[in-house]
């Protein structure tokens, strides 16, 4: 999202960069679904990778990887939602999304710090 180039930003976002880095991956910033979608279908088809998008760009990703042509799918998902109908909103399509042919588990978040925890439960 386009937030995430924000210079207020950046403190959370090297954090989750050496939270990567550390699990031996990189971090890969896009403002729009569209730039997503471009690095998703460069990518070899065997490569892990996991999404984290706001809630707005969220589907927009997910729309682009369902279009036709080789394209690398997420392992995990992660939403970042703020409190609020956004929220419930997110958890709604994400429990919808589990009988989906995607099939990947997917977190609805609020911050980085969360984003970086649930990282150290599932890919340590």
């Known amino acids: 999202s386009e937030k995430c180039f924000k210079p207020d930003r950046k403190p959370m976002y090297d954090e989750l960069s050496a939270e990567v880095q550390s699990l031996r991956g990189a971090l890969q ?5 569209s730039r997503f979608s471009t690095w998703a279908q460069s990518r070899p088809v065997e490569m ?13 990703c997910l729309q682009l990887l369902t279009e036709p042509g080789p394209k690398v799918h997420p392992s995990l998902l992660y939403v970042m939602c703020e409190e609020g109908k ?3 909103r997110a958890k709604v399509w994400a429990s919808w999304l589990a009988d989906t042919p995607w099939r990947m588990p997917v977190f609805i978040v609020q911050s980085i710090t969360e984003v970086v925890c649930k ?3 599932h890919c340590v």
């Open 29 to 33: 910033l896009f403002k729009k679904a």
């Open 48 to 60: 892990r990778y996991i999404l984290l998008a706001d809630w707005r760009e969220t589907k927009p």
């Open 119 to 121: 990282l150290r439960e």
């Open 86 to 88: 956004g929220m419930e």
